[in-house]
Structures are given as structure tokens and as C-alpha cells.
Nanobody, 117 residues
Framework: QVQLVESGGGSVEAGGSLTLSCVASTSGLSIGSMGWYRQDPGKERDWVARVMSSGLPSYDPSVKGRFTISRVNSKNTNTITLQMDALKPEDTAVYYC?????????WGQGTQVTVSA
């Protein structure tokens, strides 16, 4: 069982920055990719960024160049951070951390990001 604990988020004006963090407790499992998704009310959950266990990142085109994902692996935890710069009102959403392990996607509880114009 992988447990994810998210932190960060909040409210910021357009052009500002926020940082999200997610700590995954491995419970002895090997975690593959980890990433961030976001969801607006009534809409589907969309992929934002992903980082492989090797550290290789990838981004949705809408955030590439503005967001940076990073990862630190240790024996018992894997931690990812999403540095979000040049935020836009359309980045407003609930952001969810995801970890893929044992053939299953594991999800965090979500954290709200609000960007005002």
C-alpha cells in the first residue's frame, strides 16, 4: 500500500509562484512514475507533469516552461515537488499527486491551487 501526503498549494495572483510537494510512503513497494494531475469541478482529471523513477520528467504543453517537477527517492519514501511559476488563472484547480506501484495508480487527497487575475 502506497500512501501519499500532499502539501503546498494556496492562492496567488497571476504571474506568481507556488510549490507543491508529495511524499509517498513506499511500504517496501517499488514506485514507478509519479506525477501531478489537476481537476476542475465537473471536469475530467487532466495530467500536468510526470517524473520517472530515473528522474526523467515530462510535461503537458500547457505548463511546459513554467512548471518544473523533481523527485528524490529514499529507501522508505519517494518525494516529488512541482515548482509552478508564471501562474495563470487557468491553472486554478485541485491538484492531485499520483504514484504508480504494483500495477495500480495511487492518489493523494488533493490540494487547491487558486490563481486570481
Amino acid at each position: 500500500q502506497v500512501q501519499l501526503v500532499e502539501s503546498g498549494g494556496g492562492s496567488v495572483e497571476a504571474g506568481g509562484s507556488l510549490t507543491l510537494s508529495c511524499v509517498a510512503s513506499t511500504s517496501g513497494l517499488s514506485i514507478g512514475s509519479m506525477g501531478w494531475y489537476r481537476q476542475d469541478p465537473g471536469k475530467e482529471r487532466d495530467w500536468v507533469a510526470r517524473v520517472m523513477s530515473s528522474g526523467l520528467p515530462s510535461y503537458d504543453p500547457s505548463v511546459k516552461g513554467r512548471f518544473t517537477i523533481s523527485r528524490v527517492n529514499s529507501k522508505n519514501t519517494n518525494t516529488i515537488t512541482l515548482q509552478m511559476d508564471a501562474l495563470k488563472p487557468e491553472d486554478t484547480a485541485v491538484y492531485y499527486c499520483m504514484a504508480f506501484a504494483a500495477g495500480t495508480h495511487h492518489w493523494g487527497q488533493g490540494t487547491q491551487v487558486t490563481v486570481s487575475a
